[in-house]
């Protein structure tokens, strides 16, 4: 049997999504739950590894077991287990070609900047303020220049281990929103940091410091030494990982899931 | 010269407002942030003294000095010192009779409830999420029971050394928002926990633990022991204290304020 697990969690203490050695990630904490509510070593499998301090509201995983699960007790024994700051928000049973990472169809991200005055302090792990005065019109005038299929080799750090650094961003709205504006990204994948690189050279534009025309240019450049540097972790959420909607079609079919908990989990 | 202060916080990791030998006050870190940087020892006056774990977006509080300070060199300087989860929001110059507290004409309170499934983890600290299910009518209902002139004796805590325990709620508010609801009280005045002992005894109304009929006896009991048990402090914010605008007129009349400051205080 294959569970999908949708997850939201606060990075802020955590190392990210990825087990890492030198410190607590999302992953080994879920892994961990999984394993004592099961009693068995339970391995997941994230569709996006979101770095240090990046949040979500929408992270997807699955795991397998041999085990039937009822989806609402595992949501309950989980969320008894796991730290406040990671909440299992759905469990589903999926067709067994179900795959977290490659079978995602887009994702969406939000970066969620802060242009007020001072910060209201239960937010302040939650957004970015930049130092300088920004302008609107050149921020949204930049995130079109983002939008389509790319390569976005200049706007992607080394480790993700990618094959190819050719990307679509569906859509790069500027959304206004209590005390700033969230930039909200839509693609087919992202590669390691690129929402944060492309933010951080949006910024530079928003400030001046670069003009708009010149994206064009560092996008062809292919190098990521030419781009602006990351935005930080804490503006980030990794809000939805959208799927086939065939897949789920396939699920009912199939009946994969146990019978008893299709109400449950559809 | 009078100072009044804005002030945001998230109370988290406080003992409340007011300073108490045994922990971390909001107020001793703003009287300590600004004897540093007035390099005098400043004493402040917060216009409601919030208890442990309770937040604000608009505590005020005013404090004398002889110095004469730029407002929003005062707000840089603040908050440069202070911790990250307070923040001084707004510097006016008030004018000699101006008083936190006893210049207050309402003050406006809202408790946050979470309604849905596991609460997003970045809003944990700032939502009580209740264990059972709520009637939303009930608590709708209950509510306007606590609409008017009372004596809120069964609903204040003792410590709070007030003469008398008549106050006027004139509006109490069930807003919906993500997640859940809000309760929006606005009043002349509230005793010492009685927002939370007011949440607490419709919390019972909503799980139907108590009949909406029976707070009007409660009311009239004037006795603390009858009414249920005080919500949590994480749901409640301190939102606005609200002034006599004549306060303001008066202000600019006197002159109070340095001329060259009075733009950017009005």
Same mark, same amino acid.
């Given at each position: 049997m294959i569970y999908k697990l949708i997850i939201a969690y606060d990075g802020t203490?955590?190392?990210?999504?990825?087990?890492?050695?030198?410190?607590?990630s999302i992953q080994a904490e879920i892994e961990g739950a999984l394993s004592t509510f099961l009693k068995e070593e339970i391995s997941i499998m994230g569709a996006g590894r979101t770095d240090a301090g990046v949040?979500? +509201?929408?992270?997807?995983?699955?795991?397998?077991?041999?085990?039937?699960?009822?989806?609402?007790?595992?949501?309950?024994?989980?969320?008894? !287990?796991?730290?406040?700051? !990671?909440? !299992?928000?759905?469990?589903?049973?999926v067709p067994d070609d179900f795959h977290a990472r490659y @079978?995602?169809?887009s994702k969406i991200y939000h970066y969620h900047l802060w242009l007020d005055g001072p910060i209201d302090p239960w #937010?302040?792990?939650?957004?970015h303020r930049p130092k300088q005065k920004l302008s609107l019109p050149l921020l949204k005038k930049g995130a079109q220049e983002f939008v389509g299929k790319r390569d976005f080799s200049s706007f992607a750090n080394a480790g993700s281990g990618a094959q190819s650094f050719t990307r679509t961003i569906y859509?790069?709205?500027?959304?206004a929103q209590e005390g700033g504006v969230r930039l909200e990204f839509e693609g087919d994948g992202f590669l390691y940091k690129m929402v944060r690189n492309i933010v951080g050279t949006l910024l530079e534009v928003a400030t001046q410091k670069r003009k708009?025309?010149? #994206?064009? @240019?560092?996008?062809?450049?292919?190098?990521?030494?030419?781009?602006? !540097?990351?935005?930080?972790?804490?503006? +980030?959420?990794l809000i939805k990982v959208n799927y086939? @909607?065939?897949?789920?079609?396939k699920s009912s079919e199939q009946r994969s899931c146990p019978e008893a908990f299709q109400a449950l989990s559809s």
């Open positions: 203490h955590y190392v990210g999504w990825q087990i890492q050695p030198n410190g607590n949040h979500a +509201l929408g992270q997807v995983a699955h795991f397998k077991t041999d085990q039937t699960v009822d989806p609402v007790r595992l949501i309950h024994a989980l969320n008894g !287990i796991l730290p406040h700051d !990671i909440r !299992i928000k759905r469990v589903e049973c @079978s995602a169809k #937010i302040r792990l939650y957004r859509r790069l709205d500027v959304v708009v025309e010149e #994206i064009k @240019s560092l996008l062809e450049a292919k190098d990521r030494t030419v781009a602006g !540097i990351a935005a930080p972790a804490r503006g +980030l959420f086939h @909607s065939a897949l789920r079609e």
